[in-house]
């Protein structure tokens, strides 16, 4: 799939109606989505990679992994209207994920590649920290995710914890239209990377 092609699909699985931003529902720009998983095409190939979606939303990067062939996709989430809206999706794009409600802090199926953009912290202090915990213990292989810029530290110094081996830490353009009431503006830009993470040690 051209990655054009794959960004169109991408637009059309809907952002949350009525985003909580106690949970951070920020949904991922479809741009900064394809460049994510085309990072996991190119780095790890996903066609038939079991992949697993942390914070899944309404399933853009979950869709998204399926179309690209991987396959079983599972996504994590933990608030059921979301589910909902990415269950649809998902059948409308002609794909088979399995769409879980869970906290993903009780998750614990292994799967090859870990994709997510979780929350990144900036409502609930360390929000992020289960997420990045279930990435590392679940992936075989690779965890690809955004996270703030301001995270940095705390991620390479986790990679290392975990024997992680971070390939790529990239600055990606993160433009996204006013989403919360306590946003003042009508459009946020946030400093966001893009991480590629190998978890996989070599034999
Ligand atoms: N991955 C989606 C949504 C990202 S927003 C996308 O790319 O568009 C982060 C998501 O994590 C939200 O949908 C939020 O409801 C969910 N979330 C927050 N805390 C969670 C938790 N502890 N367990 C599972 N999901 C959680």
């Known amino acids: 799939m051209r990655r054009s092609e794959l960004v169109r699909s991408l637009s059309r ?28 095409v190119r780095l790890d190939g996903l066609d038939g990679r079991s992949v697993l979606d942390l914070g899944a939303g309404t399933g853009r990067l979950a869709v998204g992994a399926a179309l690209l062939g991987a396959n079983p996709v599972v996504g994590v989430e933990v608030d059921p209207a979301l589910v ?18 869970a906290d993903v802090a009780a998750y614990d199926r292994p799967t090859d590649v870990v994709v997510m953009n979780p929350p990144f912290g900036a409502q609930r202090r360390h929000a992020d920290r289960p997420f990045w915990d279930r990435a590392f213990a679940l992936a075989r292989r690779s965890v690809h995710a955004f996270a703030l810029a301001d995270s ?17 830490t990239q ?30 040690t070599a034999p």
């Open 13 to 40: 699985v809907p952002f949350p109606e009525d985003p909580r931003a106690d949970l951070e529902q920020v949904g991922t720009p479809a741009e900064a989505a394809a460049e994510l998983l085309f990072a996991a």
């Open 84 to 101: 909902r809206i990415a269950r649809a999706a998902a059948e409308r794009a002609g794909v088979a994920v399995k769409f879980v409600v």
């Open 152 to 168: 940095r530290t705390f991620i390479a110094s986790r990679a290392v914890a975990r024997n992680a081996q971070v390939l790529e």
């Open 171 to 200: 600055p990606v353009a993160w433009d996204l239209p006013r989403t919360f009431p306590h946003h003042t503006r009508r459009r946020v830009t946030l400093a966001v990377d893009r991480w590629a993470l190998r978890t996989e």
